[in-house]
C-alpha cells in the first residue's frame, strides 16, 4: 500500500510530467498522437517513478513509449528543472503503457455485439 508522501509525490510527477509532454511531446512522438499521464506510482524509497501513459491516435502505441524511453534522459532534466524545488532528489523515471481504456472499450464491444444477438434471438 503507498504511504501518503508516495501517492503526493506521484501525483507532483504526474501534473509536471503531464506539463512537460504537452510543451515538448510533439518533438518526440510527433503530431497527432494524444499521450497522458493517467498514474505515477512510487517506489517506497521514493527513487523510481513508473509513469503510466495512454496513447491514442495510433495503432503502434508502444512505439510511443520506445520513443520517451530514447528521449529519457531529456526527459528526467526537463522534469527535474520543473520539481527541483519541491524535491531533495529527483527520481529515476521508467514508462509503462496502461491500456485500461483500450480494455475498457473492447469489453464494450463485446458486450455490446452479445447484447445485439440476444435481441435477435429474441425477436
Known sequence: ???????????????????????????????????????????????????YISVYGTENKQEVILELEDNHLHLRQALAAKIGKQMRRMPDIE???????????????????VHDEDEKMHE
Do not use: C, H, W
Request: proline share 1%; hydrophobic share 40%; aromatic share 8%.
Open 1 to 51: 500500500m503507498e504511504s501518503i508522501r508516495q501517492k503526493q509525490v506521484g501525483e507532483l510527477i504526474r501534473r509536471y510530467f503531464g506539463m512537460l509532454l504537452t510543451e515538448e511531446g510533439s518533438n518526440i512522438y510527433g503530431r497527432g498522437k494524444l499521450v497522458t499521464v493517467t498514474n505515477v506510482k512510487m517506489t517506497p524509497d521514493l527513487l523510481v517513478a513508473k509513469i
Open 95 to 113: 514508462f509503462f503503457l496502461d491500456d485500461t481504456v483500450d480494455e475498457m472499450y473492447r469489453v464494450q464491444n463485446l458486450l455490446d455485439r
